[in-house]
């Protein structure tokens, strides 16, 4: 994930219950080398998709991603003790230790419970 990798949070297209789309975690990753992104989505699964190029001479990218709640946590829990950029450490160590705690299985969040959602994901990208 260092180099070319993302640790994000994305919201989710569509309609979502009450009117509220909180955003889920995210990862992603380019790379020129499609077999690095192959073995990537053997191990952690999710998608790959050709990255439009805009120069014939700019030589041809893929983006692995992978979006949604807790097969994303397993795979930074994988992956944070060899991370060595700080921002994305600090990342996916908040996400390991707040996202379940602020996360309602079902959706149904009270206005209290809605606050201290919107709070984290605030936090998480002021890290």
């Keep these: ?23 889920s975690p995210a990862l992603s990753m380019t790379s020129t080398d499609y077999e690095i992104l192959v073995r ?36 930074l829990r994988l992956i944070e003790p060899h991370l060595s950029c700080p921002k994305k450490q600090r990342r996916a160590q908040y ?3 707040n996202y379940q705690r602020v996360t309602k299985p079902n959706g149904h969040y009270s206005l209290e419970e809605r606050e201290l959602k919107v709070a984290f994901e605030v936090a998480f990208f002021e890290l």
């Excluded at 949070?9 to 979502?16: A, D, I, P, Q, S």
């Excluded at 990537?40 to 439009?52: C, E, M, P, S």
């Excluded at 001479?57 to 893929?62: L, P, Y």
């Design 40 to 75: 990537v989505q053997r191990l952690a699964g999710g998608t790959i998709n050709k990255v439009t190029r805009y120069r014939e001479r700019v030589k041809q990218a893929w983006i692995w991603s992978r979006n949604g709640g807790p097969i994303i946590l397993e795979t």
């Design 95 to 97: 996400q390991l230790a």
């Design 1 to 23: 994930m260092d180099g070319e990798g993302t640790i994000t949070m994305v919201k989710r297209y569509g309609k979502h219950r009450r009117g509220f789309n909180f955003r």
